[in-house]
């Protein structure tokens, strides 16, 4: 099915662990975005993609990693996770032109103990 | 620089009620402005948006904004709630770039019986 898809939907890890949550796309949406929900903050962006191999920092950029070899994939790594890092996270994709929407995922749950 | 604030975390209304959702946006460009909705253990899903042309735009769910330029403003309503609009409602505005969006810290929304 079309869509955008993250996975996993819930993860435990410890402290020190690195952890990748994954994004993938059907639409070949070129915009690609990865941002982080928690109480009292709304959502933060992290990192955004405009194309394949072009990847820049959002707000919230420290301790995380972004890669985009492929125009459907946007994969997020915590190379060190740190409890602050305790969120829910969200991908979202949209088309060419600021005036698109952009599309959610249903987010991934992290909790880092 | 381009920010939204959202008046009121929480907004409690009765069944059949209005329904206004408050939102202001700073913009140093043309502001393109959205409303999403998130229900619990989902991702936002877009019910609206503003870019050009008419200044009051119809979503779904029978919910309607009015972009007021004056007022730097972009309210969400709906004439009459319904249990099921009880959610979290996000407005959002294009960033100065054009990349990305900025949100506002959301508004919970209770309907009771």
């Known amino acids: 099915d079309a869509g955008i898809t993250q996975s996993p939907r819930y993860k435990i890890t410890e402290t020190g662990r690195q952890v990748t949550l994954m994004c993938h796309q059907t639409w070949s949406h070129s915009y690609m975005f990865w941002y982080r929900q928690d109480l009292g903050h709304g959502l933060r962006l992290i990192y955004y993609?405009?194309?394949?191999?072009?990847?820049d920092k959002g707000e919230v950029p420290d301790g995380y990693v972004v890669s985009r070899s492929k125009t459907e994939n946007f994969p997020l790594t915590l190379e060190s996770a740190t409890r602050s890092q305790t969120s829910v996270y969200f991908c979202?994709?949209?088309?060419?032109?600021?005036?698109?929407?952009?599309?959610f995922g249903d987010g991934t749950r992290l909790s880092i103990l | 620089a381009q920010s939204v604030t959202q008046l009121g975390s929480h907004v409690s209304v009765s069944e059949g009620a209005l329904v206004l959702l408050r939102c202001n946006y700073s913009?140093?460009?043309?502001?393109?402005l959205f409303w999403y909705v998130q229900y619990p253990n989902q991702g936002l899903q877009l019910l609206l948006k503003y870019t050009t042309g008419a200044t009051l735009v119809k979503g779904i769910n029978g919910f309607e904004a009015e972009f007021k330029k004056s007022e730097t403003s972009f309210h969400l309503t709906k004439p009459s709630a319904h249990m099921s609009d009880a959610a979290e409602y996000f407005c959002?505005?294009?960033?100065?770039?054009?990349?990305?969006?900025?949100f506002g810290k959301g508004t919970t929304l209770s309907v009771s019986s």
């Open positions: 993609s405009a194309a394949a191999d072009i990847t």
């Open positions: 913009s140093s460009v043309p502001p393109y």
């Open positions: 979202a994709s949209r088309g060419e032109g600021s005036n698109q929407p952009q599309h």
């Open positions: 959002a505005v294009r960033n100065q770039a054009g990349t990305a969006l900025i």
